[in-house]
């Protein structure tokens, strides 16, 4: 069974550094794209970038870039979305997704992490 | 950047067809998909490539694209329809994936 497994709720104060991960199982880790989504509260849903961990091959929104990092640990099955330094503005929930293709949507989703940025 | 644009909410009552669009300049020439979010819950992909299902979605869901209008239908609306459907699509000029800003699916 396919399964995208996200890490737990995180609080942080503005200013700190973030990681979060996605960790995959039930299929072949380094054959699919890694997808990350922002859902800020009562809002839709915005895309952020994505990743091949085969090669760490990575493509990232204009509107994210510079602002976050996408990564892949290919020996753990796990990517990852990380902020070296939080803003309230980052408070929401990201999604992971799988895609086969990075044109492809997304055919399988995490949980969601919850980001809560607050002093 | 590509713009997706969904109207924000659609009422439909329970039986009838659901038809929920996505417009973008010569959206037609891309592949486009669709996914549900019900309240609390990840999305969920019910269209990929304009009108195909991945498996466990009903027939009852169903895609279609030309010119510059995407379009989701939904056949014979039940209760549990009742969320928040996105389009997306790969911007191949700007290698980047876009979400529309979501349709609102009310079951009357």
């Known amino acids: 069974e396919v399964q995208l497994v996200q890490s737990g709720a995180e609080v942080k104060k503005p200013g700190e550094s973030l990681k979060i991960s996605c960790e995959g199982s039930?299929?072949?880790?380094?054959?699919?794209?890694i997808g990350w989504v922002r859902q800020m509260p009562g809002k839709g849903l915005e895309w952020m970038g994505i990743?091949?961990?085969?090669?760490?091959?990575?493509r990232y929104s204009p509107s994210f870039q510079g602002q976050v990092t996408i990564s892949a640990d290919k020996s753990i099955s796990t990517a990852y979305l990380q902020w070296s330094s939080v803003k309230a503005s980052d408070t929401a929930i990201y999604y992971c997704a799988r895609h086969a293709d990075a044109a492809r949507g997304g055919d399988y989703w995490g949980q969601g992490t919850l980001v809560t940025v607050s002093s | 950047s590509y713009v997706l644009t969904q109207p924000p909410s659609v009422s439909v009552a329970p039986g009838q067809t659901a038809r929920i669009t996505c417009g973008g300049n010569n959206i037609g020439s891309k592949s486009v998909h669709w996914n549900q979010q019900k309240p609390g819950q990840a999305p969920v992909l019910v269209v990929y490539?304009?009108?195909d299902r991945p498996s466990g979605i009903p027939e009852r869901f169903s895609g279609s694209n030309s010119g510059n209008t995407a379009t989701l239908t939904i056949s014979r609306v039940e209760a549990g329809d009742e969320a928040d459907y996105y389009c997306q699509v790969w911007d191949t000029s700007s290698d980047q994936g876009v979400f529309g800003g979501g349709t609102k699916l009310t079951v009357l």
């Open positions: 490539g304009d009108s």
């Open positions: 990743i091949y961990p085969g090669d760490s091959d990575t």
């Open positions: 039930g299929y072949i880790f380094t054959n699919y794209w």
